[in-house]
């Protein structure tokens, strides 16, 4: 039998997460506040893109975001390279053997959240400082700085100011001691439907297409490194930049505004507390070598539609600790394995080391091989699941 009454879920942060969360629960017919304790970054137009997976964009889909070539850029195939080198010939390839189905999509970020923000008509903004949240019989209580009090099911926090009101929760994670530097090539028209990443001394290069003409910029390097020095002046990152795709780009310009984000390793032991779940960068934030930070956030957001729709459909309280227990048990172990994994990555192309060199080579030449470069393309489309 279904509720007659709309159970109340509060989601923490109005971020990308937050509101892509927001959008999913409203298709169960709950009601959703969205609370937003800090003042949004001022509009300005960012460059930040996210890879998103076929299966990702089938999420996305289903929730009524609309795909179009223009905003979700296809990409059929992904070349990678071990070290800066002379000849253009490339470690490795992956690509679908289907060429009707696509590798990934770059989106650019904010583009993605305002078409995310137009499906929240129903949704409740909330701007207001949370002073405190506690259990109230069957259900949470928040209390905001204007001394007004809500009461819900289910909270779900999304963001790192977040943690400290509900759990004392210890994360397993390190600083990668590296910075994320994002912004956009312009060059002349070809058809650029195929990423690149060089992995270079000093980080990882990823040349991420967009449109035709321009191109996404992702560099994550150590601090205060040569190649950070190369970014942070304008000729010089200009003319390295042309430099190593001259094989592939008549690079024009590239923007001179830079975003930069400190890079980290963060995994929440605990994702789920009583009528808490946690969800997003605040449960897992791993290294965008492979950018698969904002898929792994996808299909969590999926997994616990499909649990909430299953127990609402019986009359369940959504937010019954054994119900988030569930959606704990789904995720949590599969997504630090999935974690791991890229932290291994990471490591192993940060060495420098003969015998690394040596391993990464034979390792391209084993991926190269299609029956493992298939198995590679529908872990990172699909993640891990068991």
């Keep these: 039998m279904k509720n007659l009454i709309k159970q109340r879920v509060a989601v923490l942060g109005s971020g990308l997460t937050g509101k892509a969360i927001a959008m999913a629960l409203l298709d169960l017919n709950i009601a959703v506040d969205l609370i937003e304790q800090t003042s949004p970054a001022k509009n300005f137009k960012s460059n930040v893109t996210l890879s998103i997976s076929d299966a990702s964009l089938k999420i996305l889909q289903s929730l009524g975001i609309k795909k179009n070539k223009y905003s979700f850029w296809p990409l059929q195939k992904i070349i990678l390279f071990d070290g800066l080198k002379k000849e253009a010939k490339p470690d490795t390839e992956f690509y679908n053997t289907d060429n009707k189905k696509f590798l990934s999509h770059i989106v650019k970020r904010n583009i993605l959240e305002k078409e995310i923000s137009n499906k929240l008509k129903k949704v ?17 209580k928040i209390t905001f700085q204007n001394k007004k009090t809500s009461e819900y099911n289910l909270i779900i926090a999304t963001e790192f100011n977040n943690l400290k009101l509900l759990s004392n929760e210890k994360k397993l994670n390190w600083d990668y001691s590296e910075t994320a530097y994002t912004f956009v090539l312009h060059h002349k028209k070809l058809n650029n439907n195929c990423a690149r990443q060089f992995f270079l001394k000093d980080g990882p290069l990823a040349f991420l297409p967009i449109s035709n003409t ?173």
Excluded at 124 to 140: C, P, R, V
Excluded at 244 to 257: A, L, M
Excluded at 318 to 326: S, T
Excluded at 338 to 361: E, G, P, V, W
């Design 214 to 386: 321009h191109t996404s910029i992702v560099w994550s390097v150590k601090n205060k490194s040569n190649a950070e020095k190369i970014i942070l002046n304008y000729e010089a990152r200009l003319n390295f930049l042309k430099m190593i795709s001259v094989s592939f780009y008549e690079v024009i310009s590239c923007t001179n505004r830079l975003e930069k984000f400190g890079l980290t390793f963060e995994f929440l032991r605990r994702t789920v507390l009583s009528r808490v779940l946690f969800m997003g960068d605040i449960t897992h934030k791993i290294h965008p070598i492979a950018g698969q930070g904002w898929n792994m956030t996808l299909r969590d957001i999926n997994i616990l539609v499909n649990i909430l729709k299953e127990k609402l459909n019986k009359g369940y309280d959504i937010g019954d600790l054994g119900i988030l227990k569930e959606y704990e048990k789904k995720t949590k172990a599969s997504n630090l394995l999935f974690a791991m994994s890229i932290d291994l990555i990471r490591k192993a192309f940060r060495s420098q080391s003969l015998a690394i060199t040596q391993l990464r080579k034979k390792s391209f030449s084993i991926a190269s091989q299609p029956a493992v470069m298939n198995k590679i393309i529908d872990l990172a489309d699909k993640g891990l699941r068991f």
């Design 124 to 140: 409740k903004f909330i701007k207001n400082k949370i002073i405190s949240i506690e259990g109230k019989g069957f259900l949470k």
